[in-house]
T-cell receptor, first 114, second 117 residues
């Protein structure tokens, strides 16, 4: 069974640009969550989608957005990039039907903003 | 609000010696607690979880953790360290407050474990 796949793995952008990251969950998983990991702030929850609906949201500005498609694949978008957005963005999936707390993580997309 | 505090940012052990990674939690109700591990340039993997069943929880790769409500602790241990255990370990609590709360995890700052030959 394939794991969680994130693309691209690495990318470099400049301030003011926007970026879209993609996540394909494990087959059959309907919940996709996104986390930001930085050396200074650690791992922080961005949002979670379940059946194309945002079910939960962290404390990030509106520049951070996401969506989920009918096949459970998810994308997150960051507009008007700032230097502080440089981070590893991790996607995680779970079956999502009932709360378990067990998430399966991808290897992340490492974003560098210059 | 739920939170976790990992008491050591770095732990260094010799191969074959015990491992102890310390974690204290804060929760207004019975928490669900987890340990996740992150190897270099990899995503996170669940080691073990506590969800109000047995207080001693066994996980993968010989790790276990004990939930102690009186001490609000959830320390991770392993009897004998292996070189492959070198990684970053995160103590995690689930946040079930508010609407849904499903799968919203609150991570500790992490403990980097080094294992020396």
């Amino acid at each position: 069974k394939a794991g969680v796949t994130q693309t691209p793995r690495y990318l470099i952008k400049t301030r003011g640009q926007q970026v879209t990251l993609s996540c394909s969950p494990i087959s059959g998983h309907r919940s996709v969550s996104w986390y930001q990991q930085t050396p200074g702030q650690g791992l922080q929850f961005l949002f979670e989608y379940f059946s194309e609906t945002q079910r939960n949201k962290g404390n990030f500005p509106g520049r951070f957005s996401g969506r989920q498609f009918s096949n459970s694949r998810s994308e997150m978008n960051v507009s008007t990039l700032e230097l502080g957005d440089s981070a590893l963005y991790l996607c995680a999936s779970s079956s999502g039907t009932y709360y378990t707390g067990e998430l399966f993580f991808g290897e992340g997309s490492r974003l560098t903003v210059l | 609000a739920q939170s976790v505090t990992q008491l050591d940012s770095h732990v260094s052990v010799s191969e074959g010696t015990p491992v102890l990674l310390r974690c204290n939690y804060s929760s207004s109700y019975s928490p669900s607690l987890f340990w996740y591990v992150q190897h270099p340039n990899k995503g996170l993997q669940l080691l073990l979880k506590y969800t109000s069943a047995a207080t001693l929880v066994k996980g993968i790769n010989g790790f276990e953790a004990e939930f102690k409500k009186s001490e609000t602790s959830f320390h991770l241990t392993k009897p004998s360290a292996h070189m492959s255990d070198a990684a970053e370990y995160f103590c995690v609590v689930s946040d079930r407050a508010g609407a849904g709360g499903y799968n919203k995890l609150i991570f500790g700052a992490g403990t980097r474990l080094a294992v020396h030959p």
